[in-house]
């Protein structure tokens, strides 16, 4: 009891020796020990970090979740320990309502098949999403969110220290100053290297702490890369899944889907870059007899083919083709040798020859 007593008695002592001294600072009635350049240094680069990191780490989570009400209840489940329900997010809630709505039309209708193939899609995208957030959240933000309520933490409580052994130092100083006789000098003097000896100490603690910043940022560099990884696999099954959806919405027809020629001209429209040149068509299908081009491009008939691959439009004077489809071909004057017109519907447009198989 009495330990306790004396020790509560010097805590005291100690707390009221630094408030002096820091008070007789601010009205400048004391000197101060100034930081050594390099710790300073290091000190602002720490709070610059720790500023930065939360700023990103917030429009994160604004990029991942822009709705504020959710981002709140997904804080409040996180502060109770409780796990967030699963909830159907915008793609998805928009793909469950077309395809209620393609089976109310009726499936085996244009539109309601079209409906039915454009939900699915948005719940890929919706799946996709989720895939992002989860990666993100778990590769980027985590780390983030350690070092501002880890790793600084501990950067904080070391500086703090680092404050009070300063202050402590500086008042050893002025009692030395103050003492007159002999034996006051010799206890300020012992006290002086004490104060000096813990300050040295504390600073080198603190030193080596903010020194591993630049651990922090290689570790925050490799989390950004794996960021970026998310996002570039997010968005290529992103293009993926639309391009896909473009193909099968262009074999409806032409009533339900849009023209080629109205698209080029009436809207902008990303151009997908996977036409292949005349010069890398396939080889045309050894069973294919010349004869049968030969006679169609000499006559202004037209016959009917079957499309061998996959074919998108690089322009708007040339027609899509999905394998397997059946389209008309003709051919028009004038027009390269590797190339024929086709139709599908009202659609019309040019069509690489060797994609094609000519049908009796």
Known sequence: MEFNVRRLAADAGTFLSRAVQFTEEKFGQAEKTELDAHLDTLLSWAESTKHWTEKIMKQTEVLLQPNPNVRVEEFLYEMLDKKVPMRANNHELLGECMIDSGHEFGPGTAYGSALIKCGETEKLLGSAEKELIQSS???FLTPFRNFIEGDFKTILKERKLLQNKRLDLDAAKNRLKKARVADARSAAETELRIAQSEFDRQAEIT?????GISSTHAHHLRCLNDFVDAQAIYYAQCYQYMVSLQKQLGSFPSTFSNNNQQAGSSS????VPT???AASLPAPPPSQASPALNELRSTSGTRKARVLYDYDAASSSE?????DEV?????VPGMDTDWLMGQRGNQKGKVPFTYLELLN
Do not use: F, G, H, K
């Open 268 to 271: 902008a429209s990303i151009s």
């Open 327 to 331: 389209i008309t071909v003709s051919s």
């Open 137 to 139: 959240a778990i590769n």
């Open 319 to 323: 027609l899509s083709l999905l394998a």
């Open 207 to 211: 030193r080596l702490l903010l020194e």
């Open 275 to 277: 036409a292949q040149p």
